[in-house]
């Protein structure tokens, strides 16, 4: 399973009451995190969530409401004492700008690991999470991601009786070790069905509608997308600055029919976001409007 | 009058229900501020104060607590559409810090104004503020800071008349214009009594206790000090990483003979710092140790 909390709710500047905009997921004891504004620190803590097993953070795109809390965060990091090296995954730009940051945390305890992309996708795997950065439209080169967990097989006692696995062998086999017994080689495929469906968790902000959304949401589990606005009549205005309506986030999880979507990175004028909520899921029912530090659990469907 | 607000009390890190240490000042339709670390436009807004009126921002050091938030704050000047000059004042390397954090906000519509300085002191005069900044002992350069503001004498009837000043001048004079009439120069002084006392305020953070705290803080109408831990139990501590305990805070401010003194930058270990304000009242009885967003209104005296 996945735990995944949305730390914050805003876009553009951190309020009192509603920090920025940050997914946290938790996995098999390592967490990644997707965007780190001012503020989100503190997020995490409301939160209750320690910074320490955060081995990844990804960045959509480089304006401040996305990455200006990532000195305070490697600060804090490195005042725990962390030795674990951090891998940061953003954008072209993204060593240069956290190395400008880093004018107020030049000394950390812990090394920190680069990974820069470019052009339409990249991909990276780390601690089991499937990171899949996807080009979104923004007014700077902007990027979604998803994040993928695999879910191994059932063990097929059939197959392993098939293959001529000796019974000793089948436990270590199931665990995913490949092990050599009296000079022959024998692998996890050889006990194990074939994989079950994982779990898969898309994140887009600071976009408009464009169609990799839709791509990339097929087969989710939870789709986490902008909505910067209720108000249908803001469109021109979210056209002008690339940014996206809660309706139209809205039509984008339809598409791809996800099982859920939850809003995120509302303006600082949207007082009340929730009250879009009813008129949102007239478009797609499974649509949260949360607030900060709204949480699930996703779950491997059952067998 | 002056209004003085200590936006947050934190040290080191911001946390959900406590900022970090920044002073905000207001005068006369102009503020000012003092320290910006992550969070302190979310202090601000809990504060209800406006960024807009913000002329200046004096920093007394660049560790990030005490700046990281500048970026986000001046994103949020800028989406504001200020147009006005913002003015920063602060050791030397003030611009090339600003220049590197700005990796996030490159582009803002009104002019920053640099105030770099180096020495033992320095004194500036801004929109009625005196500031004086003076060498403070850290691990890193760090400096202290007193604002005054000066109140005129009063209108002395007897010393125009002495001066010969033609009556239908005294009220120009009065209001701090130079007159010149009939081939005269009328200077306000022809008509004005002795200076009357100002106000004065000193905040000083991240230091041990030095004799320049008590020098600037004679005369002071407040003094904001650090107050890293309550437990005089942490004085090796303090001593190592070069801060300060609130009873060597209580003991500066006694021999400045200050009127009032608030304490801040709170370590985060500190869960309820005002635990020890009846103990350190016993040092200095005018002792507030106060909460985020703890103002105080500092009037003129009677006369």
């Known amino acids: 399973m996945i735990d995944v909390c949305l730390l914050g709710t ?12 940050s997914l946290l997921l938790r996995y098999n004891g ?47 990091m490195g005042n725990a004492d962390r030795t674990e090296p951090l891998t940061l995954i953003g954008p072209k730009g993204l060593e240069r ?8 945390a030049p000394e950390l305890p812990f090394p920190i690991v680069f990974q820069e992309f470019s052009g339409d996708s990249a991909d990276f795997e780390m601690k089991g999470y499937k990171i899949h ?39 270590r086999l199931q665990h995913g070790e490949t ?13 194990m069905g074939e994989a079950r469906k994982g779990l898969k968790v898309l994140y887009a902000t600071d976009t408009r509608p464009v169609p990799a959304i839709i791509d990339n949401g097929k087969g989710t589990d939870l789709m986490v997308l902008e909505g910067m606005y209720g108000d249908d009549e803001k ?32 303006s600082p004028a949207e007082a009340r976001p929730k009250d879009y909520e009813e008129k949102i899921q007239q478009i797609f029912p499974a649509t949260v409007i949360p607030k900060d530090g709204h949480t699930t659990e996703l779950n491997f469907s059952e067998e």
């Open 179 to 191: 092990v050599e017994s009296d000079g022959m080689v024998f692998t996890p495929d050889m006990v």
């Open 235 to 266: 469109l021109e205005h979210v056209k002008d600055h690339k940014h996206m309506l809660m309706s139209e986030a809205a039509k984008l999880a339809k598409e791809a029919d996800t099982a859920e979507l939850w809003l995120t990175h509302f």
């Open 30 to 76: 390592s967490s990644m995190m997707i965007d780190c504004g001012e503020g989100t620190q503190m997020a995490l803590r409301r939160a209750e969530f320690s910074p320490n097993p955060i081995d990844v953070i990804c960045f959509t795109h480089y304006h401040g409401d996305h990455i200006s809390g990532l000195p305070g965060l490697l600060l804090t």
């Open 133 to 171: 950065a996807f080009r979104v439209q923004h007014n700077v080169t902007c990027y979604g991601y998803t994040v993928s967990v695999d879910r191994l097989g059932k063990f097929d006692v059939e197959r392993a009786k098939a293959a001529n696995v000796p019974l000793k062998l089948w436990n």
């Open 97 to 104: 700008v956290v190395s400008m940051l880093r004018v107020v």
């Open 10 to 21: 805003g876009g553009m500047m951190p309020l009192p009451y509603r920090y920025l905009t």
